[in-house]
């Protein structure tokens, strides 16, 4: 009886940490020419219900290894614009203030 006490305990620990690591923190993009972009990955996976896959490694890496996407590129699907078009989520286009702060 108590080794199976033991493994839920073990087993609602493990899961505690895995949903705690979920959402991978904020990441703030400094831009010239314009203010700093600060992706939330909480809203994006927690409130939002996106699964890291959506986004890693189809259109995004590791931090270490992001690349540069402009407006432009957004805007034709790119990055942030793939879900970004105005369809799935608000548009890249003409709502600057959202995003950059």
């Not at 314009?34 to 699964?51: M, N, Q, R």
């Amino acid at each position: 009886m108590k080794l199976k006490g033991g493994i839920l305990v073990l087993g609602l620990f493990w899961g505690a940490v895995a949903l705690g690591m979920v959402g991978g923190g904020d990441v703030e993009f400094k831009m010239k020419g314009a203010g700093p972009v600060l992706f939330s990955h909480d809203t994006h996976v927690g409130s939002h219900f996106l699964a890291c896959t959506e986004c890693h490694d189809s259109l995004y890496t590791v931090k270490g290894k992001h690349r540069h996407v402009t407006m432009d590129q957004m805007a034709k699907g790119l990055s942030c614009g793939a879900c970004h078009n105005g369809l799935r989520a608000f548009s890249v286009k003409d709502n600057c203030q959202v995003c950059h702060q």
